[in-house]
């Protein structure tokens, strides 16, 4: 298990160009580098990034802002998962910008622009899944929980791929379901705290589990906690 805290995460912020050519520019802050591979995008007002694709599975967890990702009108929270080779976009970035995590199981090198690579692409259908625009639970309504609050938001049966939302009351604990037989899970800390080992991890942070790992037994802190559970297909 690797987890990263939010808030020594966000200390890593840098301005980094974007490998389109544009010469235009986001904010990026590393939660994960490599092997997982996790990171925030901060997108510019108005700012354009393209339709392409990548050669790895993802998600995108939409936390800040708004704007439109293809034909769709995007804020928080949203979910966007993309199977390897399925093109995608354009994120346009509202007024306010926007900022979403980019979720990987792998490293990987970057985009891949359509028109331009679109012979690059493998054939075959591709799975996409998206869950927009949904409510977070505030702190006084995860106070107020006293039992386990459980959904699944998309389950490919085929492919494994999927995502559940979990909420539970101050202190309490509940167990994620199991990262094993996939290809690895993400925990994200949508509000409140997690503790691992003694540790606060606060909104934001996020808990990786390899295949063969244990399901995480979430443990709220005294807030309670609401997290996002992203499950990567089993031929990952």
Not at 3 to 26: H, I, L, P, Q
Not at 49 to 54: K, N, S
Not at 206 to 222: K, M, R, V
Request: net charge negative.
């Amino acid at each position: 298990m690797i987890a990263v805290n939010s808030e020594e995460a966000m200390k890593k912020r840098r301005r980094d160009y974007k490998d389109d050519g544009s010469g235009e520019f986001v904010y990026l802050s590393s939660f994960m580098e490599n092997y997982p591979q996790c990171y925030l995008v901060e997108q510019l007002p108005n700012d354009v990034v393209r339709a392409h694709f990548h050669t790895v599975n993802q998600f995108q967890l939409i936390v800040d802002g708004d704007g439109k990702f293809g034909k769709d009108l995007i804020r928080p929270l949203s979910i966007h998962y993309d199977e390897k080779y399925k093109p995608y976009g354009p994120i346009v970035a509202g007024e306010k910008g926007i900022s979403y995590f980019t979720i990987r199981t792998v490293n990987d090198i970057g985009a891949n622009w359509m028109p331009e690579f679109r012979n690059k692409r493998e054939k075959g259908a591709r799975e996409s899944f998206y869950k927009l625009n949904m409510d977070e639970k505030n702190i006084e309504q995860l106070k107020q929980l006293t039992e386990p609050e459980f959904e699944t938001l998309f389950s490919s049966s085929s492919s494994g791929a999927a995502a559940y939302r979990l909420a539970i009351g101050p202190d309490q604990q509940k167990e994620c379901p199991s990262p094993q037989g996939n290809g690895g899970q993400y925990v994200s800390v949508v509000n409140g705290t997690c503790i691992i080992n003694d540790e606060p991890y606060p909104r934001w942070s996020c808990i990786f589990l390899e295949p063969d790992e244990p399901p995480l037994n979430l443990q709220a802190g005294p807030e309670g906690i609401e997290v996002l559970v992203l499950q990567f297909p089993k031929n990952n």
